[in-house]
Nanobody, 122 residues
């Protein structure tokens, strides 16, 4: 069992930056792909970014490419999402998720965090 805790969310003005963290406890996720998802009010949860177990392969949704960077520190059992040039449309609850796969995050990850709110004001 893996327990995930997200942190780093908050209120920021458009153009600002935030760094989200996803820390795991219970067991290591160093051999699993990890992803970030988000859900805005009234919308479906959507994929944002993912990183393979080694950190060599990353994927991003088109709307965040060039602005967000996912990274991981397996020694700390933590995955990060650096979010720059934030826009009001980035406002959502952000969740991290651990998949069974080593390389990609599927639509049915094994574990989810509880989420952290990101609010971007215009």
């Amino acid at each position: 069992q893996v327990h995930l805790v997200e942190s780093g969310g908050g209120l920021v003005q458009a153009g600002g930056s935030l760094r989200l963290s996803c820390a795991a406890s219970g067991r290591t996720f160093s051999r699993n792909a990890v992803g970030w998802f988000r859900q805005a009010p009234g919308k479906e949860r959507e994929f944002v970014a993912s990183i393979s177990w080694s950190g060599e392969t990353t994927y991003y949704v088109d709307s965040v490419k060039g602005r967000f960077t996912i990274s991981r520190d397996n020694a700390k059992n933590t995955v990060y999402l650096q979010m720059n040039s934030l826009k009001p449309e980035d406002t959502a609850v952000y969740y991290c998720a651990v998949d069974q796969s080593k390389f990609i995050v599927t639509t049915s990850p094994l574990y989810w965090g509880q989420g952290t709110q990101v609010t971007v004001s215009s």
